[in-house]
């Protein structure tokens, strides 16, 4: 197994300028002090005498904090740096998992898998746990992009094992929330409130807001699913406090916060408030350049346009969330252009455009196992397609896959929340479903 940086450092001889600087650099991450921490490990590098793997390892450090900074391309030159100062295979290894974070963080997904792979194939053959749970979390965050979800837990669940026994707590605080969010994709919201929490165990023991302030959102966006709108209003309050507490970083997780806190007021019939809240998310997306969010809030801009009969707004923005669904490759947003497009030809009274795009929108969301999803769109479909048989099927298909969403609901009020809401009494009575069964 590799050995950590602070035995490494015990075994070289490194000036104390040198490594009081470098602690003094790791102090400042810890406290979310990107910016404050590059002088630091900008000084220890600034010793000639200092070793090569240390000054590796401070050159590391500061792509890091540049990648926490999106500051891509200065992250992107430290890490090779980092490689090129030092021959030591495990900080090849680490170099190069981190080189896969930048390339995911810029967009170049592909570039980031093959990073990912090289490193996961020398971090085994090191066996470098740390290296290996790194190249594995970056797979199984590449994975659940592409709607891979079975994938992406395999790789995930391989980065918790590594980071657990290592027990590194931040690492495992990291992988828990890629869980979490994979899980939620799958519509399997009690395994995702599980993740989520525990995450946030860990995070809050190690006072790390930014973090916090994400796992938040994430396990609102949870208790939104589940049409606890209540539970979700507050979490998502609590981290948009908490970011606007931060001094970096905000911009990249601000628009996520805005587009559920969106939601949940839609939800809730607050719809002005609401749709003021889609707006300002996208207009952030747009400018972090984050194709995901900008998909998400194009999506439910649509249907709360949709609610609000308000069809030739919705039409505009459902192209625009079919030029970015195209852009992501990925199933899952796919999924959510066709549904709105459906959503909106049924409002036009255009039932055979409706049906094509509805089951355009079920084969996509079957191939990301998407549960969350299915029941919707198989309830939709009840209504659009004429033939009563087949809408009599397909609202119990529906009324299925809530059923798989309720039955694992560990907490009582969480159960009682999403059984009692509109939609979902809908079709449960549509299919002569009895909720106190599940």
């Given at each position: ?31 979310q002090r990107y910016r404050e921490a590059l002088p630091h ?398």
């Open positions: 197994m590799a050995q950590t940086t602070s035995s490494i450092f015990r075994t070289l001889s490194i000036p104390d300028a040198a490594l009081t600087a470098y602690h003094a650099g790791k102090a400042a991450m810890s406290r490990f900008e000084k220890a590098l600034s010793s000639p005498d200092a070793a090569a793997i240390f000054r590796a390892r401070a050159q590391e450090q500061c792509g890091v904090c540049h990648l926490w900074l999106g500051n891509y391309e200065d992250a992107e030159a430290s890490f090779q740096a980092a490689r090129e100062i030092s021959d030591d295979e495990n900080q090849q290894a680490r170099a190069r998992a981190h080189l896969g974070d930048v390339a995911d963080s810029s967009g170049d997904h592909e570039k980031a898998r093959s990073l990912y792979t090289q490193a996961l194939k020398e971090g085994l053959a090191l066996n470098d746990l740390l290296v290996t749970g790194r190249a594995q979390r970056g797979l199984g965050i590449l994975n659940h992009r592409r709607g891979n979800t079975e994938q992406a837990l395999s790789h995930l669940t391989q980065a918790l094992v590594a980071f657990r026994q290592l027990g590194h707590a931040p690492e495992q605080a990291s992988v828990l929330s890629s869980i979490g969010r994979t899980r939620y994709a799958r519509g399997e919201y009690q395994q995702a409130i599980t993740a989520h929490k525990e995450a946030l165990r860990i995070l809050e023991a190690m006072a790390e807001r930014w973090r916090i302030v994400r796992s938040l959102n994430d396990l609102g966006e949870c208790y939104q699913a589940l049409y606890a709108m209540p539970d979700a209003l507050d979490a998502h309050q609590r981290a948009l406090q908490l970011a606007d507490e931060q001094l970096y970083g905000i911009a990249t997780i601000k628009p996520h916060i805005q587009r559920n806190l969106g939601v949940d007021l839609v939800e809730s019939g607050r719809y002005e408030v609401g749709l003021a809240y889609l707006k300002q998310s996208l207009i952030g997306a747009r400018s972090e350049g984050d194709r995901e969010q900008e998909a998400l809030g194009l999506y439910h801009l649509a249907r709360t346009y949709l609610r609000r009969e308000r069809g030739d707004e919705a039409e505009e923005v459902i192209s625009e969330l079919n030029a970015v669904a195209e852009q992501i490759d990925s199933d899952r947003y796919r999924a959510l252009a066709s549904f709105v497009q459906g959503e909106l030809a049924f409002a036009r009274n255009d039932a055979q455009t409706a049906v094509t795009a509805l089951n355009e929108a079920i084969l996509r969301a079957q191939s990301s196992l998407d549960r969350g999803m299915l029941w919707k769109l198989h309830a939709a479909m009840s209504h659009v397609v004429g033939d009563h048989a087949l809408a009599t099927v397909h609202a119990e298909i529906a009324a299925d896959f809530v059923r798989q969403t309720a039955e694992p609901l560990q907490d009582a009020h969480l159960k009682e929340s999403f059984l009692s809401a509109a939609p979902v009494v809908a079709v449960l009575q549509a299919a002569g479903a009895n909720p106190d069964t599940f």
